[in-house]
């Protein structure tokens, strides 16, 4: 099925950086949705956009809504080990109900 | 708020067997649920949409006679991997939808089923 393509892949940090990851799609998206999945545990949501240009915070974390409406960025400032995991975006395009899922971004914090 | 619990949360069977996997959200009414599967390393793919009172819709290469979904409920949805095989073995997760069309998912925390 089809996917976003989330950048980077993978990224190790030290704890106190501030992390950046983005997600691109070659269809406009009406939603976009950001979630964290630790190992065995499903996805818990973090922050949901529904606006162009929408910027939307939950604590450390920042999510924007790309103006184009193809793109999504989500920040983490000061990271800690408990940032450990994986972060997918998700979307959904007009006319659909349907969330389409981003590869991924795995996020590894050094201590 | 907004709390989907799957059961079980892992499951080991024979090759050949049937096996149930329920979802259910437990403080909100749920019209729509999806079910996705996950393998090692991999995003969440798709596989079916589960609504209330009707048929589930499939995805494009899913094999609707072999993951039976069943919708009974606004609160329960179900997945029946009906004779299972090794390559069935996968982390399948459920998610529930609250309100209207783009509203967010809420998953629950998956169930690993592993085939012998």
């Known amino acids: 099925g089809q996917q976003l393509n989330q950048s980077p892949q993978s990224m190790f940090i030290q704890e106190g950086e501030d992390v950046s990851m983005n997600c691109t799609s070659s269809s406009i998206f009406n939603t976009w949705l950001w979630y964290k999945q630790d190992p065995g545990e499903g996805p818990v949501l973090l922050i949901a956009l529904y606006k162009a240009g929408e910027l939307t915070s939950n604590g450390r974390l920042t999510a924007q809504f790309g103006i184009t409406r193809k793109d999504s960025f989500l920040n983490i400032s000061a990271s800690i080990p408990s940032d450990v995991g994986i972060y997918f975006c998700a979307g959904t395009t007009s006319g659909t109900y349907k969330y389409i899922f981003g590869t991924g971004t795995r996020l590894k914090v050094l201590a | 708020g907004a709390v989907v619990s799957q059961h079980p949360s892992w499951v080991i069977c024979k090759s050949g067997t049937s096996v149930k996997i329920e979802c259910r959200s437990l403080d909100f009414q749920a019209t729509t649920m999806f079910w996705y599967r996950q393998f090692p390393k991999q995003s969440l793919m798709l596989m079916a949409t589960?609504?209330?009172?009707?048929?589930?819709?499939?995805e494009q290469g899913v094999e609707k006679d072999k993951f039976l979904i069943n919708h009974a409920s606004l609160t329960l949805s179900t997945l029946t991997v009906t004779s299972a095989h090794p390559e069935d073995s996968s982390f399948y997760i459920c998610?529930?939808?609250?309100?209207?069309?783009?509203?967010?998912?809420?998953f629950g925390n998956g169930t690993r089923l592993t085939v012998t």
């Open positions: 589960s609504n209330e009172g009707s048929k589930a819709t499939y």
């Open positions: 998610s529930a939808r609250e309100g209207f069309d783009n509203s967010p998912l809420h």
